[in-house]
């Protein structure tokens, strides 16, 4: 089986997340895609807590019925989220299977600064997808959480960034107020 793992913070998810995963699984014909929300995020970034997070992936996931799964491992884990142990982990799991890690293009100027970065490139083949208008053709958003986060008292923009059942559990737990 060909295993797509697209990490992140997710705080929250939002319709470039989303895009990500439909391009990956398509594109590259993955066979199933684990989205992992990280558990502690390496570069000490503060985030909702996690339960919110997995919770909110899971309802902007649910639409790919047995495709995407959301994976707690990293909170199983325990400790700050590190890249490379949490793919060490997940190949013990899935012998077998080949594991790709899926990122987003904006993440390449960042990437030589992940911990044993060229044990990851070296072990898991990675699959990037262009975000940003930057990229030639066809894109994903660039979309930020952060972004998000600013703005998160306008309901009505959530609602058109992300899916209904995120927005509305925003709303309901008074996230990001």
């Keep these: ?3 797509g ?8 998810p939002h319709f470039g997340h989303i895009l990500l995963a439909s391009w990956a699984i398509t594109g590259f014909d993955l066979d199933k ?5 990280c558990y502690k ?7 909702t807590s996690f339960n919110h997070r997995f919770k909110m992936c899971e309802l902007a996931f649910k639409r790919f019925r047995g495709l995407v799964s959301v994976s707690d491992i990293e909170k199983k884990m325990g400790g700050v989220s590190k890249t490379i142990t949490t793919l060490k982990k997940l190949s013990s ?9 899926v990122i987003g293009s904006d993440i390449l100027k960042e990437l030589n600064t992940w911990y044993k970065i060229q044990e990851i490139k070296k072990n898991y083949e990675i699959i990037v997808v262009p975000r940003g208008k930057k990229s030639e053709g066809l894109y994903i958003p660039d979309i930020k959480s952060r972004n998000i986060r600013k703005k998160i008292d306008r309901i009505d ?6 899916t209904k059942s995120v927005a509305s559990y925003i709303k309901r737990h008074s996230l990001y107020d």
């Design 1 to 3: 089986m060909k295993l």
């Design 5 to 12: 793992i697209l990490g992140g913070s997710f705080d929250p």
């Design 33 to 37: 895609l684990l989205v992992i929300p």
């Design 41 to 47: 995020h390496p570069f000490g970034k503060k985030l």
């Design 93 to 101: 799991k899935y012998k077998n299977d080949k594991l790709f890690l």
């Design 157 to 162: 923009l959530i609602a058109k960034i992300t």
